[in-house]
């Protein structure tokens, strides 16, 4: 059994920060990509950021310059550090892991139950 589980969200004024962190747990033999993706009311869910188990960092337009994803391999845990956050980035954001379980030969997508970020004044 693998689990996912975000936590950090909130409400914060325009301008302010928050930092997600999504930690995996359970039977786990590796973990390759790990990544933050989120959903606004009405919309498609979307990428923000992904990480790779070696550091390379893939960041959505809307992430650059304000949003920093890293991880922590020995914990199995990505945080999302978020700056300079805009109403518009109000949404539930997910995390997710590819990782290989024990016991199994195949990576798979595991995602997180999504913790809610609200920006407003």
């Known amino acids: 059994q693998v689990q996912l589980v975000e936590s950090g969200g909130g409400l914060v004024q325009p301008g302010g920060s928050l930092r997600l962190s999504c930690a995996a747990s359970g039977s786990i033999f590796s973990i390759q990509t790990m990544g933050w993706y989120r959903q606004a009311p009405g919309k498609q869910r979307e990428l923000v950021a992904t990480?790779?188990?070696?550091?390379?960092?893939n960041d959505a337009d809307s992430a650059k310059g304000r949003f920093t994803i890293s991880r922590d391999n020995a914990k199995n845990t990505v945080y999302l550090q978020m700056n300079s956050l805009k109403p518009e980035d109000t949404a539930i954001y997910y995390c997710?892991?590819?990782?290989?379980?024990?016991?199994?030969?195949?990576?798979?997508?595991?995602w997180g139950q999504g913790t809610q970020v609200t920006v407003s004044s």
């Open positions: 997710n892991a590819d990782l290989i379980a024990r016991g199994s030969h195949y990576s798979y997508r595991y």
């Open positions: 990480i790779t188990s070696g550091g390379t960092t």
